[in-house]
């Protein structure tokens, strides 16, 4: 089918089995390092993050992307070690959680800078390593609305996803007009984009996901195990029934190969404190039973865990990007 | 004079090498940086990042500094601007210069997003209370080499504003600022947005003991307009001129205008209350940094001063006297500084929960 590039190098997409396509290894804020108050005991995270992996092969999982964009305490030599210790594959990804969470550096740069970056992240390494970047993250601000930074990374990341193949994955479905936009006038295909987080409490709209999904995208119920049902769950959090009842509807309007599904649980959260007991493994321990007792087949579960995953990274051939004139000419025209 | 030499003869600063008596500092710059990294920088791949050239750079120009007499660089960038403390070891211990390692933040722009939107509902940026936490740390604990362990202590808590003028989450850092130096002794130092008399009494407003302040940025040229210098000294804080050889281009004055501005200074009585320094990068990686080499002051601009009049004696005191009581903890301090022990990194780790 073609390849998927995993911080120990590309694997053929058929390779990747069982895949949640958003999940942390840790994320945390830029700045969090300064602060003491979330320093772990390295050997304890190390052992914490090698259970949770260790687990997921268990329940037959095979692929980790780890969503922590630039900064946010992706760490490639850790993954490495990560994905030699437990044998899964984990994919890092280029770009930013969302400009709030960019460096100063990165955030004053242009949208060209910015297309090199996570052309140079997916094509040559990161971070001196020769580990590549499987997909390009991006994502919405505080405050409802993208940002003028948020558009100049989505913009970049539709020129880069054009020149290397590579998919996006947005951190947040907030304000999906301005983002559907920004790929159209790239000329990017809706079906390289999984447009993330649309289950999380405080945003949900079920036409914005129809209209997603209508238009080739992928809807992300990637914050699943955020549950209002546990203790001190996070702002973002859901009532359990409530989400599953979200999935199902998405199902029922005939979208099982546009739905995703993920945790995005952090092994070891890195600069807030997490949700005590969350990880990865939630999906096969809690999700799964909730869905195949609402009716989902096993032959369904398969498409939502292997195929779809799988199609979704495999690299695409590289297009031209637009002519900067044609792109201009769309956006008279808008 | 009298009681303040026995002060000083006393006193102790903290360097990154532990602390020193206040009086073998010698000649001291107050406010420059030693490598600084636009937050950020370090994970381009455009940017290189090579720790030997840095440090052999940075060698070079701290022995410049030190064979016209230099003996004491403060490296005011603060935590998040790339410090380096194990660097700054390393090069005292191999130019014999003492460095000083300061905590603080700011400007906003160059905060990261765990101080400004934290994963709350509002995103409340941090309020004075958690940044003097943060800060006072880094004073009583030592300094962060972050996630491995705490270092020697901070000797100065430095705070920068947009020169625009102070934002509210600047306020903020000034006030924890001010803060940290009231509870802990260290000076705090900062460079002012658009008023700093206005930034001043912000910092006063704290409880802190304007001895214990130091304003920076005072030859720019809207300060210089303003006669902030002057009103600084006259309330008892420090007037730090420090952007000596800038010049207009980069809205500060010239040197030939700083020069009268220190004689007047000198002439009004305030001798004791005007710091120099040249705000020089020593190492910049991701942004622009003027071509200034730590020796300019003792080079250049001293002589300039003795043309204008200016005594050896006065000379003195602005380079050694004021900088080393300026640096010298406040031993009154409710908080005491803890000593450095390579053994003790373990109480930073917190057990993982789950």
Redesign the interface.
Known sequence: MGKVNTVLGPIASEDLGVTSLHEHIGF?????????QW????D??F??TIAKLRRFREHGGKTFVDCTG??NGRDLEYFQVLSRRTGVHIVAVTGFVAG???????REKSVEYLTD?FV??IT?GI??TSAKAGAIKVGV??GGKLSELDKRIYRAAARAALKTGAPIITHLTTDPQTALAIFDEEGLPLNRVLMGHADVG?DVDEERDSLIAGRGGYVGFDTIGYDLDMENP???GRYRKDRVDHFMRFLGKGFLDKAVIAADANC?AL??P?L???SVNYLFEEFLPDIRKAGVSEEAIEQLLVHTPATFLTLQEPQPVRRIEETEAVLAKN | MLQNQQEISTGVVRTVLGPVAAQDLGIVLINESLLSVYPGADLAPEINMDKSEIFETLKRKLNDFRRQGGQTIVDASGMFHGRDVWLYQTLSKATGVNIIATTGLGPEKLLGGYFVTPQTNPPTPWPAEKFAGLFTQEVVEGVVVPRVERSTAAGAVVSIANPEGITNEEKSLFRGSAQTARETGVVVSVQHGADAIADLELLLAEGVDPSRVVIGGVDRQTAVGSKAAFEIARRGAYASIDHIGWGSEEGYISDAERVRLVVELLEAGFSERVLLSTSAVGVAKGHPAKELAFDYLLSTFVPLLKKAGVTDEQIRVLLEENPQRVLTVDTTAALKIKEYSVAGWRQWFSPVDH
Do not use: N
């Open positions: 945390g804020l830029p700045g969090c390092d300064l602060d003491t320093w772990k005991k390295p304890e995270a052992e914490v630039i900064g709030d969470s960019a460096m100063a550096y990165f970056l140079h992240e040559v971070a001196g601000s505080r405080q996070p702002y973002w070891c600069g807030w997490g005590k007991g969350h």
